[in-house]
């Protein structure tokens, strides 16, 4: 089975302002969009054997994006690991999820379900954190 990565998508408020950014970023030759990040992944096989990227979009898990391939790249004189990714967004069910730094690993039985096509989903962005949170909790959103 994969493995997949989780990665809070910081500045980032809906899924269109993802994709927008995303775009800038497009690899002109291959269509992929990239995503730089300092750490490479050391389980890049597993990852690489159908894995995908999970965004964390103002506190919840909203979307995946199948990861395509890893390459390195250079900021200011210091590597950095280049995250290919599919230019496609797949809704997940929404998920809370906590803050923390950089990415993780997020195994296959703990990663949100894909929802069915044609589904949209709407966070008001005026909601406070807190009641997005509990509510996600709850099934609500």
């Known amino acids: 089975m994969p493995l997949h990565i ?3 998508a910081v500045g980032i408020e809906d899924l ?3 994709d927008k950014r995303q775009r800038e970023w497009r690899d002109k030759k291959t269509g992929h969009y990239r ?3 300092r750490m490479t992944p050391k389980r890049d096989k597993e990852v690489l054997d159908g894995g ?3 965004w964390v979009i103002k506190g919840q898990i909203l979307v995946r994006q199948p990861i395509l391939g890893f390459g390195e790249d250079e900021e200011d004189g210091k590597p950095m690991c280049v995250i290919e990714l599919a ?3 797949v809704l997940v069910q929404p998920r809370a999820q906590r803050a923390f730094q950089g990415w993780r690993y997020l195994k296959p039985d703990s990663a949100p379900p894909d929802l ?3 589904v949209k989903i709407f966070v008001d962005p005026s909601m406070p ?3 997005r949170m509990e509510l996600a909790k709850l099934g609500l959103l």
């Open 87 to 89: 230019p496609v967004q």
């Open 16 to 18: 269109e302002h993802l």
């Open 116 to 118: 069915a096509k044609g």
């Open 52 to 54: 995908s990227l999970y």
């Open 129 to 131: 954190k807190a009641m």
């Open 35 to 37: 995503h730089w990040t």
């Open 6 to 8: 989780i990665k809070l």
